[in-house]
C-alpha cells in the first residue's frame, strides 16, 4: 500500500509540474524515479526513454506506465498513468476556462513565458548529465561523435530518432557478437604449443 502511494505521488507530481508535456516532463520523471525514489538507476532511464523514443504515442504515458508497472506490477502501471494524466486533465480545463475569461490580459501571455526558461535549464542540466556518463563509458571521442551524427541526422537530414536508435542498437549488437582477436590468438597458441609438445614426446618414445 505504501508503494502505491509512492507511485501516485511521484507520478501526480510529475503531472502536476509538467509544464508543457512530453520532453519537458522527463527532468521530472528522473528526478522522481531515480533520484528521490531509486527505483532505477541512469542507466536503466536511459534505456527506458531510448526505447519510448522508438514507439508510437505520448513519452510521458509510456514512461509512466513502464516504470509504474516495473515497481509495481500492473496495480502500479495503472496507478502511474491515471496519477500522471488525471491532473494535467483536470488543470488543462480549469487553465482553458480561465484563459478564456482573460485571454485580452498581459498576465496570462507572461505566465506562459515566464514559464519557458525553467524548462530549457531543466532539459540543459538533464541533458549535461547524459552527455557525463556518456563521456565516462565512450570518452570524449566517442561521445563528440555519436552526438555529431545523432545532430546531422535529426537536425540536418531530418530522420526520426527512432532509426537513430535503433541503428545504433544493431551496431551495439553486432560488436558484442563478434569474437575478440585477443581471446583467439593465445588458444590457437596453446592449442599449437600442446601439439607440437605431444609430437616431440612421441618422437622421444
Not at 35 to 47: A, H, P, T
Not at 88 to 101: D, G, H, Q
Not at 113 to 127: A, E, I, R, S, Y
Not at 162 to 184: G, Q, T
Request: charged share 15%; net charge positive.
Amino acid at each position: 500500500m505504501k508503494l502505491q502511494w509512492q507511485i501516485f505521488i511521484a507520478f501526480f507530481r510529475i503531472g502536476i509540474f509538467g509544464f508543457g508535456g512530453g520532453p519537458s516532463m522527463i527532468p521530472l520523471f528522473h528526478l522522481e524515479a531515480v533520484k528521490r525514489y531509486q527505483w532505477m538507476n541512469d542507466q536503466d532511464f536511459s534505456d527506458v526513454l531510448a526505447i519510448g523514443n522508438t514507439l508510437p504515442g505520448p513519452i510521458a504515458t509510456k514512461m509512466a506506465g513502464y516504470i509504474g508497472y516495473r515497481v509495481g506490477g500492473v496495480s502500479g502501471a495503472i496507478n502511474a498513468v491515471l496519477a500522471n494524466i488525471v491532473p494535467s486533465i483536470i488543470a488543462m480545463i480549469l487553465m482553458l476556462t480561465l484563459l478564456s475569461a482573460y485571454k485580452d490580459q498581459a498576465w496570462v501571455a507572461g505566465m506562459g513565458q515566464g514559464v519557458l526558461p525553467v524548462v530549457v535549464v531543466m532539459m540543459g542540466k538533464l541533458t549535461w548529465d547524459f552527455f557525463d556518463k556518456s563521456r565516462t563509458s565512450l570518452g570524449w571521442i566517442g561521445t563528440c561523435l555519436i552526438a555529431s551524427i545523432s545532430v546531422i541526422a535529426i537536425a540536418v537530414l531530418n530522420l526520426h530518432p527512432a532509426l537513430l536508435i535503433v541503428c545504433l542498437l544493431v551496431i551495439a549488437l553486432l560488436r558484442s557478437e563478434k569474437p575478440k582477436s585477443e581471446d583467439i590468438g593465445p588458444n590457437q597458441t596453446t592449442l599449437k604449443s600442446i601439439a607440437a609438445d605431444t609430437i616431440n614426446t612421441e618422437k622421444k618414445s
